[in-house]
């Protein structure tokens, strides 16, 4: 009698048969699988199911009555038909999108500046870009209570200033007039977003060689040559980041602009995302604030997609 011995691998160890070969599959997956539940339900507790009861919520008449009666009756689109039919939508949104453009920009030029200057070496650079993070370390609120006494009319340290130094005459009501007030909500903003910029532009400088900038001057690329085209080209895949992850939080700002102006004076500073709070939470229409949000997903979830699709596009390209 004869017994049949485990074909041999190349390595000359015995293969394993099927039968034990298909459980350490299924071991292993069990085990990849465990790995990957405990991110997977915190997903789908903190951020799906919120989106889907937000959407469900867009479809019905949820109001006050609803948390003492329990009745939320379901009325097909009328939310959505009051939210663009709402004097205060087509307001909102321009004011979203200057809001938005005018904070990207400007976070983005000053962060590229300030990430190029510290790229060189200097006494306390260090100390210097730690400084940077002060915006990241204080509260929100807190953020917008200084900036509130620093853009005061009468009595703001801002005015104080520019008073001071003869560039004005009378106070500038930076929150008290719209035709200032979202430009004093944007240069705030700013502010609060050149850290961002700068820490991740910097990292991203400093992943380039040199050696590229030192071949590149014996080509005659130097100054803006070289920015244009050693430095930008390395940096695009930060700068895409950068610019994607911006305008997906700069569009949601809402503690911001709530310290600072409330949405006002006569909705000069009102944005979708302010506009979506003060339906649910000072109306107490749950339902249009629900709709008004679905409406802010869907533009930040259409710009990341056409965004991410031109990056690709681009990368694709060389």
Known sequence: MTTTQPAATRTGIPALPPTRRRRRLTGDLLVRYAFIAPAALYMIAFFGYPILKNVVMSFQAYDFATFFNGKAPFVGFANYTATFSDPIFLRALGNTG??????????FVIGMGLALYFRKKFPLSGFLRSLLLLPWLLPMIVSAAVWRWILEQDNGALNQFLAGIGLISDPIPWLNSSDTALIAVIMVNIWLGIPFNVVLLYSGLQSIPDELYEAGQLDGATGWKSFWNITLPMLRPVVSVVLLLGVIYTIKVLDLIIGLT???PANA????ATRSYEMSFVEFDFGQGAALSNVLILIALAFSLVYLRANARAAKNG
């Open 98 to 107: 200057l809001f938005t453009i005018g904070s990207i920009i400007g976070q």
């Open 262 to 264: 409330g949405g006002g």
């Open 269 to 272: 500073t009102q944005t979708l």
